[in-house]
């Protein structure tokens, strides 16, 4: 019900019910990378996910087209999407600092930088170097080799620049009231996503059945499944919101001086893409 100033939404279950899928996925996962068994629970997790993400996404819309949101829950709206980006920088932050602790302590302390003595009695013929291709512990297989930046990588790069400069212009065109415009360039906005989910599908079959990066090849295996492989899922997120986006303006969704769904999405997909930048200089280049 609205008061006049503020929107109390109705009793939701849609936290609880997602809060349940994604732990029953993460409780799944943990069981799949433990015991190699608990696919079928993260099936069931993913599958709850989506399910509540899209009906509670129809619950957000049905009351936005409703009439029932004022001012004072579009800043609402804008300060919760700020603090959420903030905790997604914060979630990457993490990942960043720990490949940030591996290459630059880690790695060199292993090869005996500070503890001579102790190293080359341990592990006599290990070089500090990065890519790690041989860990010191024989029994750990590295990788055979590392992807070139200047090929895949650099092409997903590329696809996720233009996809930021695509949906720009689709956000710009939405406020000057170019619906069609907007609808064009958002489209391909959404292709382009999908064009970036296929080719890194492409690598993660190439790192497996050609190169031996895998989550078992040591830690330039584990911290770069980790990091892409995060991404990856923001991407296919933020590519499902776009989508989303794109069916309610052909519905008509959206004023040209009212749509902060539509602005918060952006948001999301500029973030996204400043994250892989960030991943493609110090995973793939650097």
Not at 13 to 26: D, F
Not at 77 to 93: D, H, L, P
Request: charged content about 10%; overall charge negative; aromatic content about 16%.
């Amino acid at each position: 019900m609205s008061s006049g100033s503020y929107y109390v939404p109705a009793t939701s279950r849609w936290p609880v019910l997602g809060s349940l899928a994604l732990g029953a996925m993460m409780i799944g996962l943990g069981i799949k990378l433990v015991y190699d068994t608990g696919l079928p629970l993260v099936f069931i997790g993913v599958v709850g996910v989506v399910a509540v993400m899209g009906l509670w996404f129809r619950d957000v819309v049905i009351e936005s087209q409703g009439g029932l949101y004022d001012a004072q829950m579009d800043r609402s709206f804008r300060w919760g999407m700020g603090w959420f980006i903030f905790s997604e920088v914060m979630f990457f932050a993490a990942f960043f600092g720990a490949l940030f602790y591996i290459r630059v302590f880690a790695v060199p302390w292993l090869g005996g930088e500070g503890a001579k003595g102790v190293s080359a009695l341990l592990w006599p013929d290990f070089v500090a170097q990065w890519p790690l291709l041989s860990p010191p512990d024989a029994s750990i297989a590295g990788p055979q080799q590392v992807f070139s930046p200047w090929q895949l990588p650099l092409v997903n790069t590329l696809i996720l620049i233009t996809s930021s400069i695509t949906l720009t212009i689709a956000h710009e065109a939405l406020k000057e009231g170019h619906r069609k415009t907007c609808r064009n360039w958002l489209t391909g906005t959404v292709l382009l996503g999908i064009c970036f989910i296929f080719i890194q599908g492409v690598e993660y079959y190439e790192a497996y059945a050609h190169y031996g990066i895998t989550l078992e090849a040591g830690i330039f295996g584990a911290t770069f499944f980790i990091l892409t492989g995060f991404h990856g899922v923001h991407v296919i997120i933020g590519t499902l919101i776009l989508a989303i986006i794109l069916m309610r303006i052909h519905k008509g969704h959206f004023a040209h001086e009212n749509h902060f769904g539509f602005e918060a999405s952006c948001w999301y997909w500029h973030f996204v893409d400043v994250v892989w930048v960030g991943l493609f200089i110090f995973v793939y280049v650097l």
